[in-house]
């Protein structure tokens, strides 16, 4: 179980005699994620034109939903977060996914095919960088940034010192709490949710046949890692709707 939680370290910094992991297997992963999806931008929105081909109509039918659930949630602003909500969703969506494509045989296999015996200890697993805690508070403090950035743009520095007190004095308690427990329950309700999921899907491959893992995979990696992705920007905009609310 341990095996499962714990992440492959490429680099580490040494901090007064401390190994601090810098470049773990979630850092890699991200990078490729990134990658792949300014790629996929670039490949899908070059030569755009009145009557768009095949790989424009997908780039369409892909801003039209995000900008369609962002106009749906957060109302009157929510063509300045169609970027941000987008990039959020299509990232988190796409690590959700990446276990699926973990098709990187071990070390000990290309040290046996190959008979090299140094190849025994590489191990390079694509696992979905959310299941690391690091990453989805990242995102999460990422998110509550630019909530507090639309409370002062849209309620002024005032409108936003008298939502602590109004309508009652006892609110701006609530609201220090809120900024702590917001960024937290976005960040565990995902990293708990797709850690729990890769457990499952470990423990099945490891105990059952092929098919089974496979059909457990169409749930836990698709229907639930994109239901995830979902769940974390429509809070998101949730929050970024009641920030944008003016007396």
Known sequence: MENLTESVVFASLNIKGQEVPFITDAVVVSWLIMAFL?????????????RPGKAQNLAETIVEF?????????????KGYVPYIGTLLLYIAASNLAGIFNIIPSGNFFADYLHIAALKNFEFPIHPPTKNFNVTLCMALMSMAVVVYSEFRYKGLKGWARSFYRPL?????????DYVIRPTSLCLRLFGNILGGFIVIELVYAAFPLIIPAAAGIYFDLFDGCLQAYVFVFLTMVYLQEAGETE
């Open 38 to 50: 300014i790629i996929a931008a670039l490949i899908l929105t070059r030569k755009l034109e009145k």
């Open 66 to 78: 995000i900008s369609g659930i962002c106009k749906n949630t957060i109302g009157h602003h929510w």
């Open 169 to 177: 004095p006892i609110n701006g308690f609530v609201k220090i709490l």
